[in-house]
């Protein structure tokens, strides 16, 4: 399908601000940039508490006072680079309201100064805590899922297969599922959608920059999970973007 005439618009607009290419800067200055760029929702939300989640800090989201509620665990985007819970702010009240269950939006730990294994170390942390403390949340420990938009996307798919604790689904949004970035997809929108195939290069470079994993790790790239691993895994729904260098790595996990 052709693209959106509003994207095209949007990414025009964008291309006309001048930024230098992602791959040419270093970390905490694109970092800044990004951080900038975020906007304080105006979405109203029942409840919202920052928190503790042994050292990890999250912020649960609640849609109304039932002490019963389901909980997405998100995890957010920004290449394991980028982010934070204010940045996905709007996005956590969104689906908290409109899911009708609580969300708790992790912080992990950035790359490069912190890089794999930290960023995914946090979030399970982050899972177990919220499993531990459902009752004090007003939370059902027996409806608890995982979610996540790209890099968050690869870390709720990680965790989910991992699975510290019983898992109900996962929902996985433009997912990075595959670090080795050889798909058909990179070529096709590699360039002229925002996010680029240097781009990913660069996040995952950051992302790896401990020497401890490689792209090749099921822990980095689910989809090099073996199938046992994936039928062990909760349903899941994965969303994908037509114009995007990720989509035919989030389409192939899918299918699996």
């Not at 790209?150 to 798919?157: D, E, K």
């Not at 909760?234 to 969303?239: D, G, K, L």
Request: glycine share 8%; hydrophobic share 40%; proline share 8%.
């Amino acid at each position: 399908m052709p693209l959106h005439p509003q994207s095209a618009a949007l990414l025009a607009a964008m291309e006309a601000l001048g930024a230098p290419p992602l791959e040419t800067q270093e970390a905490a200055k694109a970092r800044a940039g990004f951080n900038a760029m975020t906007v304080p929702s105006k979405e109203p939300i029942h409840e919202m508490r920052d928190l503790d989640a042994d050292g990890v800090p999250v912020r649960l989201y609640r849609p109304n006072d039932r002490r019963d509620l389901g909980l997405l665990v998100y995890y957010h985007g920004g290449g394991w680079v980028f982010g934070n819970i204010d940045s996905h702010d709007d996005v956590c009240r969104k689906l908290a309201n409109q899911m009708g269950h609580a969300v708790l939006s992790v912080d992990y730990r950035l790359a490069p100064e912190h890089p794999f294994p930290a960023p995914l170390m946090d979030c399970v942390n982050a899972l177990r805590w919220a499993h531990t403390n459902a009752a004090s949340l007003g939370i059902d420990a027996s409806r608890l899922a995982v979610g996540g938009d790209s890099a968050g996307g690869n870390l709720a798919a990680v965790v989910a297969q991992l699975q510290p604790v019983p898992l109900k689904f996962q929902m996985l949004i433009y997912p990075v599922t595959d670090a080795r970035r050889g798909s058909q997809s990179y070529i096709d929108n590699g360039e002229g959608y925002r996010l680029t195939a240097a781009g990913m290069k660069w996040f995952c470079d950051h992302y790896l920059s401990g020497g401890q994993g490689s792209p090749d790790d099921p822990r980095v790239s689910p989809l090099c999970a073996s199938d046992s691993s994936l039928a062990s895994s909760p349903p899941a729904i994965v969303i994908t973007a037509e114009y995007d260098p990720l989509r035919d790595e989030g389409e192939e996990y899918a299918l699996r």
